[in-house]
């Protein structure tokens, strides 16, 4: 009956005009509905009850008493379910590097700031000898956050020749990573604004000279100062 009803209506507000009745405009689907009576009406919605879930008391006015969880699971295509189980593969790895290598994840540092890497290039990842071990240090310019390939961009100028080389933080022959100071680049003066400093490769190269600068001085007189101390024990 509510089918045919609805038909009525739709015929009826596409062809019929409308008429006036008593000063007032009335429309010929109107006028279909004042023959009906409300018994004649049925409501098929289902009552709203308090024991249902789906139904109710914390539903919204435009859902009307209609369900609002849906009755079968939304469809999970493979192409979704391949890139959730990447994701999770990918937070493993980067948790487990991050756990073999806390040395290199426990410091803070940010760009502009000068650092000293400390990285394996002989003997594999496992090695312990010192022979094997090459520091280098630089300005990041740059830091590049890409999960399992996170890196960061160092520049640094050796004999006046500036030297720029992206380091993966994950890959296991990278085993230490200090900061030497903040916020080399402007030393302090001012902020460091951007997320990028390229434009310093353009500008003096004293800006960005970590290696043979005030502080690799101090830290080989620091070193030196030790050592006669030790001396000066031992005699």
């Not at 004042?34 to 879930?53: A, C």
């Not at 160092?154 to 296991?172: A, F, M, T, Y």
Request: aromatic fraction near 6%.
């Amino acid at each position: 009956m509510i089918r045919s009803l609805c038909g009525h209506l739709n015929t009826l507000s596409l062809r019929a005009p409308a008429f006036r009745h008593h000063g007032q405009q009335h429309s010929a689907a109107s006028a279909l509905l004042s023959t009906y009576s409300q018994s004649d009406i049925i409501d098929v919605t289902p009552p709203m009850t308090e024991e249902d879930p789906r139904y109710g008391i914390g539903a919204f006015l435009h859902h009307g008493t209609r369900p609002r969880i849906r009755e079968k699971k939304k469809f999970d295509s493979p192409r979704k379910k391949a890139n959730k189980m990447f994701t999770l593969i990918m937070k493993e790895h980067i948790e487990k590097s991050k756990e073999a290598t806390p040395e290199v994840w426990q410091e803070s540092f940010r760009v502009g700031d000068a650092i000293e890497i400390k990285v394996a290039t002989q003997g594999g990842s496992k090695t312990e000898e010192r022979s094997n071990f090459v520091r280098y240090r630089g300005a990041i310019l740059g830091i590049y956050r890409r999960k399992l390939d996170h890196s960061i961009l160092i520049r640094d100028v050796i004999d006046g020749h500036p030297i720029e080389q992206i380091v993966p933080l994950h890959s296991p022959m990278v085993k230490s990573l200090t900061v030497l100071e903040k916020n080399f680049v402007f030393q302090g003066k001012k902020k460091v604004k951007r997320a990028k400093l390229y434009y310093l490769s353009e500008r003096n190269p004293n800006i960005t000279k970590v290696t043979g600068s005030r502080l690799t001085k101090n830290k080989a007189l620091g070193n030196t100062k030790k050592v006669t101390e030790n001396t000066k024990k031992a005699a």
